[in-house]
């Protein structure tokens, strides 16, 4: 078995070959989660070991939940996968997705991709990260095609004009975007 820094080679078939304790990173604001996120999580749950999933502050972005409120919602959302036989944890983060990756010994860093918007973004990010963090590699994960196009910022726009978002999130979901929006 060869091993390239402290993560271990996968076969071609993505099978995995001896990578116990293998712990990825997938990231994100969750604003709110929508089914893409739990489809990205899903299939992480796949390709490695441990998963944590980082719900990042982000202030930038304008949250229409807080922190706790998202963190909480991830977990809620999590728990209805079942038993993945991965370890999942979701931890709320401030700062660089890289020293959150190390702060956790993940190797990998999970990230979804819809359309070749988000390859271009992705790029950028991915090559800084390497720079700044040689040791945790970058995978993609192509949406699903039933979640190619949903999107947090849309699930919320749509929300806010009173359409119908349960084709995009959870029950749970809608249930906590209409409270908000009510408010």
């Known amino acids: 078995m060869k091993t390239l820094g402290r993560t271990k ?3 071609m078939t993505g099978r995995r070959n001896n990578m116990a304790g293998v712990t990825g990173v997938y990231a994100g604001t ?4 929508t089914n893409g996120h ?9 390709i490695v070991d441990n998963l944590v999933v980082g719900v990042a502050v982000n202030t930038g972005k304008g949250p229409l939940f807080t922190l706790e409120e998202r963190t909480k919602m991830v977990e809620d959302e999590i728990a209805q996968l079942g038993d993945t036989g991965t370890g999942i944890q979701v931890r ?3 700062g660089l997705l890289v020293d959150f990756a190390a702060a956790n010994d993940a190797v990998v860093v999970v990230r979804g991709l819809r359309a070749v918007t988000d ?5 950028q990010m991915t090559g800084m990260n390497a720079r700044l963090n040689p040791d945790v590699e970058t995978i993609f994960l192509m949406a699903s095609e039933s979640n190619q196009f949903i999107s947090s910022r849309l699930v919320k726009e749509i929300c806010s004009l009173g ?3 349960s084709q995009f999130v959870s029950p749970r979901v809608v249930a906590l975007m209409a409270a908000k929006y009510t408010d």
């Open 30 to 33: 969750f604003d709110p989660v």
């Open 92 to 94: 709320a983060f401030e």
């Open 9 to 11: 080679m996968m076969t």
């Open 163 to 165: 359409g119908d978002i």
């Open 119 to 123: 390859f271009d973004y992705e790029f």
């Open 38 to 46: 739990m489809d990205i999580i899903s299939r992480a749950t796949r």
